[in-house]
């Protein structure tokens, strides 16, 4: 239990540090400001259907009003005519349009006060909306700003992951440089030292060069003859090999 717990952490701790990188606090306070302007819409809507709702009651309770003030009339009229009957019964109409009237009083009152509450809540959440969307503007510009000279900083020092791939890549090149000039230098010292062959020359070097062997080499033979006859010695037999073959 103790390794699986030890386990569960460590992938908790590896996941919170993924999800702190791909993370963007700019998205989520435009996120956080989008939420607050729809819930404030919300509220709006909500005071437009209480009012409207409130509205309808009114309408209503003015048509029974007017059915109130008729049926009083009628009421008078009947007892002018003598016609009680007809008297009471626009009396007692009356009093059912009455008792809705005092209903939808209620009502209209209670819609009242849901609207009152709803209208400061509307202002409270508005001014609240308002501060948000400035301290997170605020917020937002301190942070590219900040993220901004990180990678100022990065790029300057070198730190960052992208520089240090740079360094290394340029690292590698220099290496690399280093060993293509140091082979070409010992090329050229062991094509010097005749070591090696320069096996991109043509067979007419090799004539030249044997040639110009043979040349030296018949000039040293005839200065060596020279000197012989000045200190009057002996004519030397050539060796077989020696001078031009007949």
Known sequence: MGLISRMTTLIKVKLSRLLDRAEDPRETLDYAYERQLQ???EVRRGIVDVTTSKRRLELQRAKLQESLDKLTQQARQAVAAGREDLARLALERKAVAQQQITTLDQQIASLEQEQAKLEQAETRLRAKVETFRT???????????????????????????????????????????????????AIDELLASGVLEDLTAGSQDTIE??????????????????????????????????????
């Open 39 to 41: 819930l404030l819409q």
């Open 135 to 185: 301290r997170k503007e605020v917020i937002k510009a301190q942070y590219s700003a900040a993220e901004a000279q990180v990678r100022i900083n990065e790029a300057v020092t070198g730190i960052s992951e992208e520089m240090a791939d740079v360094g290394l890549a340029l690292e590698r090149a220099e290496q690399k440089t280093e060993q293509l000039q140091a082979r070409a230098g």
């Open 209 to 246: 060069r044997e040639l110009a062997r043979v040349t030296v080499t018949e000039s040293v033979e005839a200065e060596l003859a020279a000197l012989r006859r000045e200190l009057g010695q002996p004519e030397q037999p050539k060796q077989l090999g020696e001078g031009s073959s007949t």
